[in-house]
C-alpha cells in the first residue's frame, strides 16, 4: 500500500491493521506521540472542509509531526492556473506525505501517479471519500462491535454522498451485511454502485423511501446531507433538501443498540435533539476520524511504534 485513493485500495486484513492500530492509538497515545518527528504532512484542499483537514492536521501533530498546506483553492496557484499534476511535483519538494481533497473525480489520483510520497484522497467530487469510509469502520466496530452481520441503512443523498459510495465499496467484502438504500428517487445511488459493487458482491440491498418503515431492522443509520455544491440547479436542492429529518418521534421504533451515523457536517437532517440520545454517534465518530488519520500515516510512512 503505496497511495489510499479508492476504499479498494485495501484489503479486509489490511483495514484491520489500521482499525487494530487507531484502538491502540486510543488507549496509549503517548507511546505514539513522538513517532513523526521531523516528518510533514501536506493538505492541499481545493475544495471547503472541516474535519477532514483539521483531523489530518491534528492527527500529524498528536504523531509529533508537522503539517503545511492550503485551505481553498483561492489561496493556492491553482487560481493562476497551475495544474495539479505541477503542483503535487512542487509540493513533494516539501512534504512527506500528502492528504488531498479536490472537487474533481480522479485528481487524487492523477497526482499519485506523479509523484513517489504517498497520496491519500480526502474527498474527490461525487467519487470517493476513503479516510472518510476508515472513519466509519472505526465508529462500527467499536460502537456496535462487529464489522459482519449488521443492517445498515444509507439515507439521503445517495446519489453525490462520496461518503456513502465508498462506505458501500468498503462493507460490500464482509460477510453478512444487509444495506436499506432509502432516498427519494431523484437521489438514488449510481447505478456503478449497484452492477460493480452491490451485484457483484453478493450483498442484499433494497431500495426505499420511507426512513420510518426502515427503522425496526437497522443496526446502522448512516444519515447524509443533500449535497447542494453538486446539483446542476439550486431549485432541485430546495425542493429535495429537507426530505428526510430524523428527529426523536422517528426513533420512537429504532433498536435500542442502533448507531447513528453521520459524516458531517450537518445541514438540517438530523434534529438537534437527538445529539443528547445514546444512540447519536456522530460526535465521537468525528473523534475517530482523528486516530484512525494516525494509524494511516504511520502506515503510509512505513512508521511502527
Ligand atoms: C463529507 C464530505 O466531504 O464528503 N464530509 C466529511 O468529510 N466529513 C460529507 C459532506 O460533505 O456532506
Do not use: W
Amino acid at each position: 500500500m503505496k497511495h489510499l485513493i479508492d476504499p479498494m485500495d485495501l484489503t479486509t486484513e489490511e483495514i484491520s491493521e489500521i482499525l487494530d492500530l487507531a484502538d491502540d492509538i486510543i488507549l496509549n497515545k503517548e507511546k505514539y506521540s513522538q513517532i513523526c518527528q521531523g516528518k510533514k504532512l501536506a493538505t492541499l484542499f481545493f475544495e471547503p472542509s472541516t474535519r477532514t483537514r483539521l483531523s489530518f492536521e491534528a492527527a500529524m501533530m498528536e504523531l509529533g509531526g508537522n503539517v503545511l498546506g492550503f485551505s481553498s483553492a483561492d489561496s493556492s496557484s491553482a487560481s493562476k492556473g497551475e495544474s495539479v499534476r505541477d503542483t503535487v511535483r512542487v509540493v513533494e519538494c516539501y512534504a512527506d506525505i500528502i492528504a488531498m481533497r479536490h472537487p474533481k473525480e480522479g485528481a487524487p489520483l492523477l497526482a499519485s501517479l506523479n509523484v513517489d510520497i504517498p497520496i491519500i484522497n480526502a474527498g474527490d467530487g461525487g467519487h470517493n471519500h476513503p479516510t472518510q469510509t476508515l472513519t466509519d469502520l472505526l465508529t462500527i466496530r467499536r460502537e456496535v462491535g462487529r464489522l459482519d452481520h449488521f443492517t445498515i441503512g444509507f439515507c439521503g443523498d445517495l446519489k453525490f454522498g462520496r461518503t456513502v459510495h465508498s462506505l458501500i465499496k468498503a462493507l460490500s467484502r464482509y460477510e453478512g451485511i444487509k444495506i436499506v438504500l432509502i432516498s427519494p428517487n431523484e437521489l438514488k445511488v449510481p447505478d456503478y454502485i449497484k452492477t460493480d459493487i452491490l451485484d457483484k458482491g453478493n450483498v442484499e440491498y433494497i431500495e426505499v423511501k420511507s426512513l420510518e418503515n426502515s427503522m425496526p431492522e437497522l443496526d446502522v443509520l448512516y444519515m447524509t446531507r443533500v449535497q447542494r455544491e453538486r446539483f446542476f440547479n439550486e431549485a432541485d436542492y430546495v425542493r429535495l433538501k429537507d426530505t428526510y429529518i430524523l428527529d426523536m418521534n422517528k426513533l420512537q421504533n429504532a433498536k435500542e443498540e442502533l448507531a447513528i451515523l453521520h459524516p458531517l457536517p450537518r445541514v438540517n437532517e438530523i434534529s438537534v435533539k437527538v445529539d443528547d440520545d445514546k444512540r447519536a454517534k456522530y460526535f465521537v465518530q468525528a473523534l475517530y476520524g482523528k486516530y484512525v488519520r494516525m494509524a494511516l500515516i504511520m502506515k503510509l510512512l512505513g512508521l511502527e511504534a
